[in-house]
T-cell receptor, first 112, second 112 residues
Framework: KAGVTQTPRYLIKTRGQQVTLSCSPISGHRSVSWYQQTPGQGLQFLFEYFSETQRNKGNFPGRFSGRQFSNSRSEMNVSTLELGDSALYLC???????????FGPGTRLLVL | SQQGEEDPQALSIQEGENATMNCSYKTSINNLQWYRQNSGRGLVHLILIRSNEREKHSGRLRVTLDTSKKSSSLLITASRAADTASYFCATVPRSNDYKLSFGAGTTVTVRA
């Protein structure tokens, strides 16, 4: 089976812009989670989707949003980008929520 | 705040030696998972241990869990250069909270 894929892999944006990141889970996986990784804060949970429903959200401002489509693919959107949004954004999918997560390679976002 | 806290923050060992890292957490868990990350890439799942289990093995990896002390340890035996990576523990709470909470990680360097 193909692994979790994320696009784009690298992205450079300027403050105030918005960005959309995409994640395609492993075939058959209906749970998709997003994480932000920075040197200062480490790995932080953003949100988790299962069957197109957001079931949990981390402590991030409303500028961070996401959605999941009927084919389980997921997108996350960050509006009004700030310098502090520069990070590696990781997507993970799992067959059963709370079980083993399979991570994608991540999207590295740089906000200038 | 992060649920799991790894100790030590960094570890440097000689090839062939064993490496042990610990993870402490704060609240009751459903399961605890260990992941490895190489050079800022995506995370790779290593082992999942459930709250009713005390020890699990996978190849050269051994994980223990002590729920009374709210702690877990990961032992890598006969380390290799390829084991150089950051290792993270992640906890799934017993509640209906679907967040996977990661610790800050232990950076392991295996010297040839």
């Amino acid at each position: 089976k193909a692994g979790v894929t994320q696009t784009p892999r690298y992205l450079i944006k300027t403050r105030g812009q918005q960005v959309t990141l995409s994640c395609s889970p492993i075939s058959g996986h209906r749970s998709v989670s997003w994480y932000q990784q920075t040197p200062g804060q480490g790995l932080q949970f953003l949100f988790e989707y299962f069957s197109e429903t957001q079931r949990n959200k981390g402590n991030f401002p409303g500028r961070f949003s996401g959605r999941q489509f009927s084919n389980s693919r997921s997108e996350m959107n960050v509006s009004t980008l700030e310098l502090g949004d520069s990070a590696l954004y990781l997507c993970a999918s799992s067959l059963i929520p709370q079980e083993t997560q399979y991570f994608g390679p991540g999207t590295r976002l740089l906000v200038l | 705040s992060q649920q799991g806290e790894e100790d030590p923050q960094a570890l440097s060992i000689q090839e062939g030696e064993n490496a042990t890292m610990n993870c402490s957490y704060k609240t009751s868990i459903n399961n605890l998972q260990w992941y490895r990350q190489n050079s800022g890439r995506g995370l790779v799942h290593l082992i999942l241990i459930r709250s009713n289990e005390r020890e699990k093995h996978s190849g050269r990896l051994r994980v223990t869990l002590d729920t009374s002390k709210k702690s877990s340890s990961l032992l890598i035996t006969a380390s290799r250069a390829a084991d150089t990576a950051s290792y993270f523990c992640a906890t799934v709470p017993r509640s209906n909270d679907y967040k996977l909470s990661f610790g800050a990680g232990t950076t392991v360097t295996v010297r040839a």
